[in-house]
Each structure stands twice: as C-alpha cells, then as structure tokens.
C-alpha cells in the first residue's frame, strides 16, 4: 500500500505544473482522449443486467484527466466560457502552480474531480442505487438513489447530492448542493461556487469501454453550460486498494507554488 501510495502522490506532484508544462500536441493526445495510447473505438450492443437497466460494473480508470476541457486529456478541447469571477480564480490557481490545491491537503476531490484522478473507481449497481467507490484521496464513495426521488434542498457538501434514472443505454446522474469553491472540477484548477449544477451520462460503448460526458452550469463561474467527455476503459479482475492520503504524508509542506 505505501508504495503505491507513494507512486500516487509522485503523479499528483507531478500534475500541479503539468498542463502548463507539457509540449504542444494534437488534440485528443491523452489517456481519455483519440491520441496518445488511444485505440480505435468500436461500439458495440449494449450490455443489460435485466430490461431497462444497462450494466455498468466493473473497475474503471480514465488516466489522468489533468485539465478536463483539453484534448490532450479529455476528447476534444473546450473553449471555457468563464464569468469575470470564473476566470480570476482560474488565473489565480494557474498562475501560482495550484499550490492551493485541496487534494495537497488531503480534502475530498469533489466532483467531478474524484473521477479523473490517476485512481480507479468501481461502479455497484443495486435494484434501486448505482454506488461509486473511489479509490483515490480519501477512499470516498457516493451512493446514487435511483427511485425517483428529488434532491435533498438542505444538502451542502464536497460530492453534492446525486440523484439517477436511466435513459436507454445511459445512465445519467443529476448533482446539485455543492458546498462553495472549495473543491477543484478537475487537477488544473477549474472552479465552481455553490450553484454549480453537472449532469453526467455514462454510456458503456462496448465491454471494455465507458465514455463519461459531463455538462457543467453554474452562472458564478461560467456564461453558460459546457461540456466535456471522456473515456474509461474497464480493468477485469482488478479490486480497488485501501489508500488514505494523511497516512505518512510528506508532499503537502513542498507545494509552495510561486
């Protein structure tokens, strides 16, 4: 577990100065997106656990989606459509090399965060819940009702309160009671305030791939909603660790940024 502990925070470190570091490439050039270790893919019929409800066990892992809204990571690159709040913070976190970073201090990623760090996730699906186990940060997890059910108006939290249903192939998940901008949308630095509003849809492409769109509203930090997406590809006969990020932690005093 330390060693792969260790491994894990060396790939964190790493990342604070990765998307403004790396070499310009074709867009797609990531581990989510058309380049870089990309395959060609081809979809098949969907998978069922019984009528109506597509199957999406298993252990996934995107890689690491370093900046959601370039396509060195994600599937395209999103041209962000920042509020003059929005693009403040932006700068401010690009431009001191995110040593603010809440996962430097060991705090939830949030989402959709928690699901594009260089940790897998497992999907559980139960007659009326979809449960996601992250192995990353603080080994966190959300359960998803799926019975119809609204949201909880009082809920105010890292991960915000998700509610499901299924549409076809997909399963879309709607997640509103964010607490404010203390948690990142993704490694870069992408802010959100307490508006922010996503709605995610997960469609399994074939058995072994998984594509995750996200579409992002939240008027305090962006003009409109935008969207990205990305890939995940299925890891069979993999179990997720145990992995706490305050055990033996020794990263967080050298991230001083500038």
Known sequence: MYKHWVAACASVALGLTIAGSLPAQAPGQGPGGRGRGARQIVEGPTLWLKEGVPDFRGVWNSGWIVDMADGRYAEKTVEVPFTEWGRKLWDERTGNLQKS?????????????????????QIVQTDNQVIFLYEGGLHTFRVVPMDGRKHNSDAWT????????????????????????????????????????????????????????VTIEDPKAYTRPWSTSYIYRVNPGTEIMEYWCTENEKDAKHMVGK
């Open 101 to 121: 970073d809440p996962n430097m201090q060991c705090k939830p990623s949030g989402l959709p965060r928690a699901q594009v760090v260089p940790y897998p996730m």
């Open 158 to 213: 890292w991960m915000g309160d998700s509610v499901g249903r299924y549409e076809g192939p997909e399963l879309v998940i709607d997640v509103t009671g964010f607490n404010d901008e203390q948690s990142w949308l993704d490694s870069a630095g992408h802010p959100h305030s307490d508006q922010l509003h996503l709605v995610e849809r997960y469609r399994r492409l074939n058995e072994n791939t998984l594509r995750f769109t």
